[in-house]
């Protein structure tokens, strides 16, 4: 399957990525409204720094995913066809369970409405947002 790669040697740490990420996953999305109407939703990816280092961390759409295993109410489901491993608000029981195995740290709250959220890779978009919003190409949407 096609996943999202981060290239750090080209990132610039400016987090469009993020901002490309909560517009597309907003209700109007469109930037303004989302950034200064709606309910504020983390981004479903996140940008890690160090120095003069940076690179996008993303959800790896793991083959054996903890994440999968340990949801008590089959919320996360890693879907056969697609092989994406999808979260489904309306079972999300919002324990946690699924933050603390992402052996990654991917899966954020929404303590707003008690639930998780995580990357869907843009099922309404031919390459996921951040990939289109990255002005480096510093993320790569392949499969490897
Ligand atoms: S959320 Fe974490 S554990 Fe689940 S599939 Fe993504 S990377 Fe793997
Ligand atoms: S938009 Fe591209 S360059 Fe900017 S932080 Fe994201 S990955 Fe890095």
Redesign the pocket.
Known sequence: MKKVY?RED?????????I?CIVEHSISKDIIRAFKQEAKRPARNV?EECGPV???VHCRHCDEPPCVQVCISGAIVKDPATEIVKHIPEKCVGCWSCVMACPYGIIKRDTDRGKVIKCDLCPDRDLPA?VS????E??LYEEK
């Open positions: 981060a080209v990132c610039i740490g400016c987090r469009l990525c993020e490309a940008v940076s690179f996008s951040c919003a990255c002005p480096n510093a993320l």
